[in-house]
C-alpha cells in the first residue's frame, strides 16, 4: 500500500512539474524556491528532469537534501543577456539563478548586479581552462606570426566568452597586431582583422549597440534559419561549436583544451599555434597535447551566479543544495567541497562511488530500485534504519544527524541497502591506492561527459524515469551541449562569502597564470585615445558634465571623458585652439567665431523636431500685445539669447539692418542695438570680446543688460549663470522680464507652455497665449513657424580642431555615439542620466533639451563655411562684417582692380 501510496504521487508529481510555454508567464517562485534561467528548449526540458529528479528523491527520503533542498523551477529566455537583466530585477516572477561563462560572469556583475556563488571543476580538480589556437595540420603556411592571423577565417565559440574570445582577441590588441576599429565595439575591430568568420550573438544588443556591425562574423556559421544563425541554437555555437566550424569552414579555432580531449576524433589531424612570447607575435607550432606550453591565457570555468539582493544565508543554502545534487546525480569523482583532498584520505569517505557488499560485489541500487526489491518495502525498515548487516547492539548506526555520505562495508547507507546513486549507474570505487586518479584520467566517449560509459536504454525505474544526469547533455536532450552546466564538469568548489563578486572571482589569477582574467576584460576595451576633454562654461554645466562622465564610466565607454571649466565659450574656444580642451558644443555664431578665430571645425550637430540640422529663429510677442510689429520695434524692450548667437542675435539684426530698420554703426551691432531698443537682455553685451570698452560711450550700452536677472558677479553673463541667457532665459524674459520680444528657435514657447516646465514662471503659460511676429508685418500661430520665421539655421554643433589628427576625432564622434545611445532617452529621475534633459532650474545645458539625436556631420561639411550655407554666412557678414563670403567678395574686387592698374601701365 505504501509503495502504491508513493508512486501515485511520483506519477502526480511528474505531470506537475511538466510545464508548458504558455504556463511560464505565470510561473512564480517561492521565497526558498529556484528558478532557473534557461535559453533554449533542450535546456528547459533538461531543468524540468532535474526539477522532477530532485522532487521524487526529497519526496522518497526529506533527508536526502535536507533542510537545503529547494524546488526547482524553469523558465525561457532568449539569451544569456536577457537571463541576467531579469535576475537583475530579482523579483518572484522572474528567474534567481544561472550558469555563466566567466567572460559572462563580468558582464552579469558589472551590469546586472549578479554575483557567483559555485565554480565548476574539471579533470584533476582544475577549475580552469586553457584558451589556445587550433588549426588543420600543414594548413596556414604562411601564418608565422599574430599579425599573419588577418584575414584568416575564424572560428569563435561565443562573443564574450573568456576562452574562446576575449583572451586571443586581448592578445591581438595588447601586441598592437590588430587595429583598434572601434574603442567601444571589439566585435568591429575583429571583424576589420579577420574578415569572415563565426562568432555567436556577434549581432547581439550587448556586443553591437549602435547596431551597425557586418555580418562578416555570421558568414561562416552553421544554419541559414533566421533566430537559429548567428545565435547559440547554431550548429557552430559553444567551444564545440567552433571546432565543428573549423572542420567544416574556418582556418582556425579559439577553443579550450577540453574541447580539444572531449571531441577531437584524430588529434594527429590538428596543431596548435603556439606563442613564443617574442615581441613580433611568432609562433611555433605544436601537437594538441602541449596546450599547456600552447596557451594564449588561462579562463576560470563557468559559475553559477544569483541576485546579489539574495541574502547570504539563502545563498549558502543554495550552495549546500547544488552539491547534494552533485553528489547524487554527478560522476562522483570529484568532491564539491573546497576544503576536501581530492584523490587522498579514507576511501569510504563521500568521494566513494559505487559500494561492495558483503561478497565483494557492487552494489548500484537506486532509490527506485529500492522499491522494487520486496524486501526493501517495509516502510519502518526504512524510517527505522534498520541494517541486517551491522551487530544487534546498534552500535555504529547512522541518525538523521549523523555521517550521512558514508557508507560500504561497514557504514551503509542507512535509507537503503545499496548505494546513494539516485540515477541508477554504477560508479567507480575509489580505494586507497587510487591517490593519482586525476593523474591519469581515464579517457571517455566524446558524445558523453560521465566517467563511466552507459548505455542509453538504461533501466528505468518503476515509474518510467531515467536516471537523471548533472551534466550530460548531447545526445540525450537533442544536439545543443552543456545544458544548464558544462557537460565536462566533474563538481562544483563553493565560492566563500568574501570571494562572492565578479571582482574578486576574476581579480586572481589561475593555473599559474601570471595575468588575472580582468587583465583581458580591460585589455579588449583598449582605446587609442585616453581622454576627451569637454570644455563648459557655467557650474550648471559642469555639475552635468560630471554626471555625464559617470554615466560614461558606468557603460566603460573610451575615451575617457573629463570636464574643462571656462567663463565663455570664447575661451573654450581658445583653450581647445591651444590643446587644453577637446571639445565644446556651441551654437551657430559661435562655430562661425570658432572657425574664423581658431581654425576649429564642426563634427557632429543637434536635431531637433526637423528632422535635419535645422532650426527656425522666431520673434515672438504675447498675444495681448498688439503694438509689437517686426518693422516696428524702435524704442521696444527685447529679450535675446545672447550677443553673438544666431537665433537671438545674428538673424535678427541682420534682418533689421538689412531692411534699413536700424543703422549698423560701422558693424558694431552692440551699438546698434543699444541706439535702437529701449531695454533688453542681451548676455555678453559687456563682454570686452563683443564691445570697446574704450569708447567713450561704452556705458551708454549698459541699457542692453536692464533686463537681466543675473546675481552679483554673474549679471549679463554670456552663459547660464545668468537666468535670461539661451532660449529658455529669453523666453522667461518676455514672460516674467517686461520683454515686448523674444529672439529665440522655433521650439522654445512649446518647450516652455502647458505644463511641460514645472518652474513657477512657467506655470499657466499656454501656447496660445504667445503668437510669432512675420516678416511681412503679419502675425502666426506659435506652432506655424514655418511659414513665419525669420530665418532657418543650423542647428548648434559639436567642435574640435583639426590639429588633433582624424584618430582622435574620431574617437571623439565615437565617443558621443555611444554616449547616446545608452544616455539619449528623456528620464527625469535622480537616479537616471539623460543627455538632452537638463535639471531645473536650468535648461539646454550642454545640449539643447529638444535635441533628439547627434548626427555625425560628412567629411565635406567639416568646414564652418560649408556647414552654416551661405544664406547664414550673408547675415553674419551685415552684422559683424567679418565673413569668408565678404572676404571672397573683397578679394575678387581686389584682384579685379590690380588687373586694371597692370593693363593701364603696360
Not at 573568456?162 to 590588430?178: E, K, Q, S, V
Not at 495681448?624 to 518693422?631: A, F, G, K, M
Amino acid at each position: 500500500m505504501f509503495y502504491l501510496l508513493t508512486s501515485w504521487i511520483l506519477l502526480s508529481l511528474r505531470f506537475s512539474t511538466s510545464w508548458s510555454q504558455s504556463d511560464f508567464a505565470n510561473i512564480q517562485r517561492a521565497d526558498n524556491d529556484l528558478l532557473w534561467c534557461c535559453v533554449s528548449e533542450e535546456e528547459l526540458i533538461k531543468c524540468q528532469e532535474f526539477s522532477e529528479a530532485a522532487e521524487r528523491d526529497n519526496l522518497i527520503s526529506d533527508i536526502t537534501f535536507g533542510s537545503y533542498f529547494r524546488s526547482i523551477k524553469c523558465k525561457q529566455y532568449q539569451n544569456k543577456g536577457e537571463c541576467m537583466r531579469v535576475l537583475d530585477i530579482n523579483s518572484k516572477y522572474n528567474p534567481n539563478i544561472m550558469t555563466l561563462d566567466a567572460g559572462e560572469v563580468f558582464v552579469g556583475g558589472r551590469y546586472h548586479s549578479l554575483v557567483p556563488i559555485l565554480r565548476e571543476v574539471y579533470d584533476e580538480n582544475k577549475d580552469f581552462h586553457h584558451s589556445v589556437a587550433l588549426v588543420k595540420r600543414n594548413t596556414l603556411p604562411n601564418v608565422n606570426t599574430m599579425r599573419d592571423l588577418k584575414g584568416v577565417r575564424a572560428c569563435f565559440g561565443t562573443v564574450g566568452s573568456l576562452a574562446g574570445w576575449i583572451i586571443p582577441i586581448y592578445r591581438l590588441m595588447a601586441g598592437d597586431f590588430m587595429d583598434i576599429s572601434d574603442c567601444n565595439n571589439h566585435v568591429k575591430s575583429a571583424i576589420d582583422f579577420f574578415g569572415k568568420g563565426c562568432a555567436v550573438d556577434s549581432l547581439l544588443d550587448r556586443y553591437n549597440p549602435l547596431g551597425d556591425n557586418s555580418h562578416n562574423f555570421c558568414e561562416l556559421c552553421g544554419s541559414d534559419t533566421p533566430g537559429v544563425r548567428c545565435t547559440t541554437r547554431d550548429p557552430y555555437a559553444d567551444y564545440t561549436g567552433a571546432l565543428l566550424c573549423l572542420k567544416d569552414k574556418g582556418e582556425v579555432a579559439f577553443v579550450h583544451e577540453r574541447v580539444l580531449r572531449e571531441e577531437l576524433e584524430n588529434q594527429d589531424d590538428y596543431e596548435l599555434l603556439c606563442p613564443t612570447g617574442d615581441v613580433d607575435g611568432s609562433f611555433v607550432r605544436r601537437p594538441v597535447t602541449s596546450f599547456k606550453e600552447c596557451a594564449w591565457g588561462i579562463s576560470p570555468g563557468q559559475a553559477v551566479v544569483v541576485s546579489s539582493a539574495m541574502d547570504m544565508k539563502e545563498r549558502q543554502g543554495v550552495q549546500s543544495f547544488l552539491n547534494k545534487a552533485v553528489d547524487l546525480y554527478g560522476p562522483g569523482l570529484v568532491p564539491s567541497s573546497p576544503s576536501s583532498d581530492f584523490g587522498r584520505g579514507d576511501p569510504n569517505n563521500g568521494m566513494d562511488a559505487s559500494n561492495s557488499n558483503n561478497n565483494g560485489q557492487s552494489s548500484s541500487q537506486s532509490f527506485s530500485n529500492f522499491w522494487n526489491n520486496p524486501s526493501n518495502r517495509d516502510p519502518g525498515e526504512w524510517f527505522g534504519n534498520r541494517n541486517p548487516d551491522r551487530s544487534s547492539d546498534g552500535q555504529n548506526q547512522s541518525s538523521q544527524f549523523g555521517d550521512q555520505t558514508r557508507y560500504g562495508d561497514k557504514d551503509r547507507d542507512p535509507f537503503r541497502q545499496g548505494s546513494r546513486n539516485v540515477a541508477g549507474r554504477q560508479r567507480r570505487q575509489l580505494n586507497r591506492g587510487d591517490d593519482n586518479i586525476f593523474d591519469n584520467p581515464t579517457p571517455r566517449p566524446s558524445s558523453l561527459n560521465n566517467e563511466v560509459n552507459y548505455d542509453q536504454d538504461e533501466d528505468e525505474d518503476a515509474m518510467g524515469h531515467k536516471p537523471f544526469k548533472l551534466f550530460e547533455s548531447s545526445p540525450r536532450y537533442g544536439m545543443l551541449r552543456n545544458l544548464l552546466f558544462s557537460d565536462g564538469a566533474k563538481g562544483m568548489k563553493i565560492i566563500k562569502p568574501n570571494d562572492m563578486s565578479y571582482k574578486a572571482f576574476l581579480g586572481q589569477s589561475y593555473g599559474g597564470s601570471l595575468n588575472t582574467p580582468m587583465t583581458s576584460i580591460e585589455g579588449i576595451r583598449k582605446c587609442p585615445v585616453g581622454d576627451m576633454r569637454l570644455c563648459v562654461t557655467s557650474e550648471a554645466e559642469l555639475s552635468k558634465c560630471v554626471r555625464m562622465r559617470t554615466a560614461l564610466n558606468a557603460q566603460l565607454l573610451e575615451p575617457k571623458m573629463s570636464c574643462k571649466r571656462a567663463r565663455t565659450h570664447i575661451e573654450c574656444m581658445r583653450q581647445i585652439h591651444e590643446g587644453e580642451a577637446d571639445v565644446v558644443m556651441l551654437d551657430a555664431g559661435d562655430v562661425y567665431r570658432g572657425g574664423w578665430h581658431y581654425g576649429l571645425i564642426p563634427i557632429m550637430a543637434e536635431v531637433y523636431n526637423l528632422g535635419t540640422p535645422h532650426y527656425y529663429a522666431v520673434a515672438v510677442t504675447k498675444q495681448r500685445d498688439n503694438s509689437s510689429e517686426l518693422i516696428y520695434l524702435k524704442r521696444k524692450n527685447t529679450c535675446h539669447t545672447g550677443v553673438g548667437q544666431a537665433a537671438g542675435w545674428i538673424i535678427p539684426m541682420a534682418w533689421l539692418i538689412g531692411n534699413e530698420r536700424i543703422r549698423d554703426y560701422g558693424c558694431d551691432s552692440v551699438r546698434a542695438a543699444a541706439e535702437y531698443f529701449s531695454k533688453a537682455c542681451a548676455p555678453g553685451a559687456q563682454s570686452t570680446f563683443f564691445t570697446n570698452r574704450y569708447e567713450s560711450n561704452y556705458w551708454q550700452y549698459s541699457h542692453l543688460c536692464d533686463l537681466c536677472h543675473g546675481q552679483a558677479g554673474h549679471y549679463c553673463d554670456r552663459n547660464h549663470m545668468e537666468d535670461y541667457y539661451g532660449y529658455t532665459g529669453a523666453f522667461r524674459c518676455l514672460v516674467e522680464g517686461g520683454g515686448n520680444v523674444a529672439f529665440v528657435k522655433h521650439t522654445t514657447v512649446t518647450e516652455n507652455c502647458d505644463g511641460k516646465r514645472k518652474a513657477w514662471w512657467a506655470r499657466n503659460q499656454l501656447t496660445t497665449d504667445y503668437e510669432l511676429l512675420c516678416r511681412d508685418g503679419t502675425r502666426a500661430s506659435a506652432r506655424d513657424y514655418k511659414k513665419c520665421f525669420l530665418g532657418k539655421v543650423k542647428a548648434n554643433a559639436l567642435v574640435t580642431s583639426p590639429r588633433f589628427g582624424q584618430v582622435k576625432v574620431s574617437a571623439f564622434i565615437n565617443l558621443f555615439k555611444y554616449a547616446q545611445q545608452f544616455y539619449g532617452q528623456k528620464v527625469h529621475d535622480e537616479f537616471s542620466f539623460s543627455m538632452f534633459y537638463s535639471t531645473p532650474p536650468y535648461a539646454d545645458l550642454i545640449f539643447q533639451d529638444a535635441t533628439q539625436q547627434l548626427i555625425v556631420l560628412p567629411e565635406k561639411e567639416r568646414d564652418y563655411t560649408v556647414y552654416l550655407d551661405q544664406e547664414f554666412l550673408k547675415a553674419y557678414s551685415l552684422v559683424e562684417c567679418r565673413s569668408r563670403a565678404l572676404t571672397a567678395q573683397i578679394s575678387s574686387l581686389l584682384f579685379v582692380i590690380s588687373l586694371v592698374l597692370t593693363f593701364q601701365y603696360v
